[in-house]
C-alpha cells in the first residue's frame, strides 16, 4: 500500500544529530515507488521527531485518506503501510464508543483504536500492517509489525537515534557511511539458506522487527519491546481430532471463502495471480464470487526440463478457460534476468539467492500498465497445509529413524558422495542430509541450502574467522526451543515455513518486487483465522502419504478440475541452472572475476573459480550457491561501494 519512514533522536541536548528537513524528504524519495500517489511528512514542534510516507491509494482514494495523518486534536500522529480489513466494525465500535471520523481510509481507524486501547489494540487489527503511532504529549513512538511479517519493517538504533523504514534503502540515506558496517553473521545465512532466518541484514546496526511484535521509543531510544501475536505452535490450541473429516473440509472451505472475500476490500482496481497450481486457483476461484470478471496473471518462464521445474503456463490456461475468467501472459528469458538482475537486487535489500522475485516483478508491472493496484495471491499455502519435498520427507521420517545411529551416519556420508547434477540423487542426499542430528536440528537442516563445511570452503581467512563460532540455524533452533511440548514434527516444520521462509524469503520479496511497480499484494492463505484453523487440522489429514496438502485438495474438489488439484508441485521459479551455464555465464565471469572477488574480500578466488568450472562442466549443481554470490557481489556493490541503482 505505502512506504514509511520515521526518526526519533535525543532531546535538546544532542541538536546535531537531529535530520534536516530536506535530507529526510531525500530518503523519502528512495521510496517513493511504493506510494506513488501521494507524499508528505510530519515533524515535531522541536524536530526531534520526524515521520513520511508515500501512499498508494487503495482506500479512500480522496486526500482524506494521505499520511502521516493526525487525530482531530493533533495529539496522535500515524504513518502506516498495510490493510485492515476488519476496520469497518472496528470503525463500528468506534462510533459506538462516540469517535467520529473525516476519512473512509482504515488509517483514521488505527488512530482512534490507539487512542482508546493504547498498545492493546494491535491484537485487534486483522490485517497486514507496518504501523508507528505518535503521541505527542508524551513524546512517544510506537512501531509494530503484522503478525505474519506480510509488510517489511526495518529499523537502525543507537544511543542517540532510532530510525524505521519499510526498506533498508531509506535508513541508509539518514545514516554516515561509518555507521553502515557489513554483517558477516547474516551474510553467512543468506548463503546458508538463499535468505536471512531473524532479524538480521547485510548491515550490523539494521535489523528487521519481528512479525507479531512492537517497540515503544522515545528521545530516540527503544523504551519497551513486546509482542502481541504468537504462531498457534506456542498456544493452547489443540487439534480437532475429534471432528470427522467431513466436518473439517466443511470448515476449512469456509475458512478460505472468507479469508480470500475479506482481503477483497478496495476502492482501487483488483487483480490475482494465476499460476494454475492449486493455491492461486482456489483463491481465484473464491474470489470470482465476488468478481466474476477478475483479471488474472501469469508468467511464461519457457522451463527448460533439466532444471526439474514442471512448465505452469498449460495449467495457468487450463485454471482461467475453466473459470472463465481473463489471463494475461507475461514473457521472460534469460535476456529479461540480465536486464533487470541489479533492479531486483535493489529493490530487494537483501541479496535473496532466488530469480522468482522477478516474476514478482514482471507481473506486477503488466497488471499496473493496466490499471490494477491489487493483487491476490496464493502465497502461505505450501506453509500451512503441506506442499514442499520436506514435508513428505518428515512425514517419513519415523521410518528412516528406525534405523541404527552408525547404519544412518553411512547413508548420510554415502548420499553426500552422489552426483548431485542428477535431480534424483540430489533429493536423496537431501533427505538424508543430517539424519543423524537431534529432532530440531535435523527439521531445521532440512532448510539448508548448502552445507556449512562447503561455505567454509569458500570464504576468505577473514570471513571464516568471524563466523567460525556461529551457528547459522540459531534463530530457528530457539524459535523451536519454546514450542508447545506437544507439537509434532510436521508442526515445527510447518511453523518454521510461516516464521521464517515465509516472513524472510517468500513474503519480503513479494512485497518488494510488486511495490516496485506500484502494487500491494494480499495473501488470504495466511489470513490470521485461517493459520489459527490449519493449526488445527489433524498432521494426517494435511500431508497423507505422499500426497502433500491432502486436506486443503478435497476441499477444493467442487471447485476445482482434478488435473489442476493433483497436478505435480513445481516453484515459481526460473530456469536457473541452464541459465547459468550458458546466458548468463558472461554475467557470471564479471561478478565472480578473479579482479571482483579479491578488491570485495569475502570470497576466496580460487575456490569460487573452482565450484563455477565444476557446475559448468555438469559435475555439481551449485547453481543456486553461485547466484546467491552473484547477488551478494551486487548487492556490495549498490549499498557498499555507493554505485546504488539507476534504471
Not at 505452469?312 to 475453466?322: E, G, H, M, N, S
Request: neutral net charge; charged residues 25%.
Amino acid at each position: 500500500m505505502c512506504g514509511i519512514l520515521g526518526v526519533s533522536v535525543s532531546g535538546n541536548d544532542v541538536p546535531e544529530i537531529r535530520v534536516k528537513q530536506e535530507r529526510f524528504l531525500d530518503a523519502l524519495k528512495l521510496i517513493s515507488h511504493r506510494g506513488p500517489d501521494a507524499i508528505g511528512d510530519y515533524s515535531s514542534h522541536d524536530n526531534s521527531v520526524r515521520l513520511g510516507h508515500t501512499r498508494l491509494s487503495i482506500l479512500d482514494l480522496s486526500a482524506s485518506g494521505n499520511q502521516p495523518m493526525l487525530t482531530q486534536d493533533c495529539n496522535f500522529v500515524i504513518v502506516f503501510n498495510g490493510e485492515i480489513y476488519n476496520f469497518k466494525r472496528l470503525k463500528s465500535t468506534l462510533i459506538n464508543l462516540g469517535y467520529s471520523f473525516l476519512s473512509e481510509s482504515d488509517t483514521e481507524v488505527i488512530l482512534a483504536l490507539y487512542q482508546e486501547y493504547g498498545e492493546k489494540m494491535l491484537s485487534m487489527l486483522d490485517g497486514i500492517f507496518a504501523i508507528a503511532v505518535y503521541d505527542v504529549f508524551q513524546n512517544e513512538m510506537i512501531v509494530a509489525r503484522d503478525g505474519l511479517g506480510v509488510k517489511p519493517l526495518y529499523y537502525f538504533t543507537d544511543e542517540n537515534k532510532f530510525i524505521f523504514s519499510s526498506e533498508v534503502k531509506a535508513i541508509e540515506g539518514l545514516l554516515a557511511d561509518a555507521e553502515l558496517v557489513l554483517d558477516m553473521t547474516s551474510l553467512n545465512r543468506y548463503l546458508s539458506f538463499q535468505w536471512c532466518p531473524g532479524e538480521g541484514t547485510p548491515f550490523k546496526n539494521i535489523r528487521k522487527l519481528n512479525p507479531g511484535s512492537f517497540v515503544k521509543v522515545k528521545d530516540g531510544k527503544i523504551t519497551q519491546k513486546g509482542s502481541f501475536y504468537k504462531l498457534p505452535i506456542f498456544t493452547n490450541i489443540r487439534k480437532n481430532d475429534r471432528e470427522d473429516v467431513n466436518s473439517i473440509i466443511t470448515d476449512l472451505t469456509g475458512h478460505l471463502r472468507r479469508s480470500v472475500h475479506d482481503q477483497m476490500i478496495a476502492d482501487a482496481p483488483l487483480g490475482a495471480f494465476l499460476s494454475g497450481g492449486l493455491d492461486s486457483t482456489s483463491v481465484v476461484a473464491f474470489a470470482k464470487e465476488i468478481d466474476p470478471g477478475i483479471k488474472c496473471f501469469t508468467i511464461d518462464t519457457r522451463n527448460e526440463k533439466n532444471d526439474g521445474l514442471t512448465d505452469d503456463l498449460p495449467y495457468a490456461k487450463r485454471a482461467a478457460k475453466y473459470l472463465n475468467v481473463p489471463l494475461e501472459i507475461v514473457k521472460i528469458d534469460s535476456g529479461s534476468m540480465v536486464k533487470n538482475l541489479e533492479k531486483m537486487v535493489w529493490h530487494l535489500d537483501e541479496p535473496l539467492g532466488d530469480p522468482a522475485p522477478l516474476n514478482v516483478l514482471y507481473i506486477s508491472q503488466l497488471a499496473k500498465e493496466q490499471g490494477i493496484k491489487v493483487l491476490l495471491s496464493g502465497a502461505g499455502g505450501d506453509d500451512i497445509f503441506t506442499g514442499y519435498r520436506r514435508h513428505r520427507a518428515i512425514a517419513s521420517e519415523s521410518l528412516i529413524q528406525l534405523l541404527p545411529d552408525r547404519l544412518l551416519s553411512a547413508i548420510e556420508i554415502a548420499t553426500g558422495r552422489l552426483d548431485s547434477s542428477v535431480t534424483s540423487f540430489r533429493r536423496l542426499a537431501k533427505l538424508f542430509s543430517g539424519a543423524s542430528l537431534d529432532e530440531n536440528d535435523r527439521i531445521v537442516n532440512y532448510f539448508r541450502w548448502i552445507s556449512q563445511k562447503n561455505l567454509a570452503g569458500l570464504y576468505s581467512d577473514d570471513f571464516r574467522a568471524e563466523v567460525a563460532s556461529v551457528n547459522a540455524e540459531q534463530p530457528m533452533l530457539e524459535f523451536l526451543s519454546e514450542a508447545n511440548s506437544s507439537a509434532s514434527k510436521l508442526d515445527k516444520m510447518l511453523a518454521l515455513e510461516q516464521r521464517f521462509f515465509t516472513t524472510d524469503h517468500n513474503l519480503i520479496y513479494t512485497d518488494k518486487m510488486a511495490m516496485a511497480a506500484g502494487v500491494e499484494v494480499r495473501v488470504p492463505l495466511l489470513a490470521r483465522d485461517l493459520v489459527r484453523y490449519a493449526y488445527t487440522i489433524p498432521d494426517k489429514y494435511k500431508q497423507r502419504g505422499s500426497v502433500g496438502k491432502w486436506i486443503f485438495k478435497k476441499a477444493m474438489e467442487p471447485y476445482l478440475p482434478s488435473d489442476i488439484i493433483y497436478r505435480s508441485k513445481t516453484g515459481f521459479g526460473a530456469p536457473l541452472r541452464g541459465w547459468l551455464k550458458f546466458e548468463l555465464l558472461e554475467v557470471v565471469n564479471d561478478l565472480l572475476s578473479d579482479r571482483s572477488l579479491a578488491a570485495r574480500g569475502l570470497f576466496n578466488a580460487n575456490s569460487v573459480r573452482r565450484l563455477i568450472a565444476l557446475n559448468f562442466e555438469g559435475k555439481i549443481d551449485a547453481s543456486y550457491t553461485i547466484f546467491s554470490l552473484m547477488c551478494i557481489e551486487i548487492w556490495c556493490r549498490q549499498h557498499i561501494d555507493g554505485l546504488g541503482y539507476k534504471s
